[in-house]
């Protein structure tokens, strides 16, 4: 089983330079997250879709931009890298919004980002 | 803003050793508490989600308790093993009017030597 499955796993980029993260799931899955890891401050929320056809900011959602392209893809783009946005990201799906069901979330691999 | 504090940051302990960790919650407005696990170049995994006061989980060596009039929740490894060796999550749904988010901890790192 595929599950999350998010590409690429490593990038370098040098500020100013755009690229999109690409997640896809195979689990029929209803809402999908990015979230980044930087150390000492778990993981943060960037944006969420709930549903399909629906996105919503979360905690830290300033330079990025997401698409739910469909019900399996969910993208992050960078329009604009700066360092401030190295870090691990993590795409995550659940059944259903994991707020209002108690569901768990499902995680990708994750993308280790530099931005130089 | 919810906070969901996580201790110790990080943990150091002998094969065989039993060890336990804490997740703090503010107790009002509660609706979950999640655990996950994540080892180092893999995807965090779900341990547990829990709901109820005085709640336990287990799952083999790995066990949880969970006291939301008091917030907080304890996650218990019996006889730590390498293979134990991660980041242990926990997360806390905050919810206001026009939605929610999951807010996680900073984790903490438990190393396990042989």
Known sequence: ?116 | ILNVEQSPQSLHVQEGDSTNFTCSFPSSNFYALHWYRWETAKSPEALFVMTLNGDEKKKGRISATLNTKEGYSYLYIKGSQPEDSATYLCASPMIYNQGGKLIFGQGTELSVKP
């Open chain 1, 1 to 116: 089983n595929a599950g999350v499955t998010q590409t690429p796993k490593f990038q370098v980029l040098k500020t100013g330079q755009s690229m999109t993260l690409q997640c896809a799931q195979d689990m029929n899955h209803n809402s999908m997250y990015w979230y980044r890891q930087d150390p000492g401050m778990g993981l943060r929320l960037i944006y969420y879709s709930a549903s399909e056809g629906t996105t919503d900011k979360g905690e830290v959602p300033n330079g990025y931009n997401v698409s739910r392209l469909n019900k399996r893809e969910f993208s992050l783009r960078l329009e604009s890298a700066a360092p401030s946005q190295t870090s691990v990201y993590f795409c995550a799906s659940s059944e259903l919004d994991v707020v209002v069901t108690n569901e768990k979330l499902f995680f990708g691999s994750g993308t280790q980002l530099s931005v130089l």
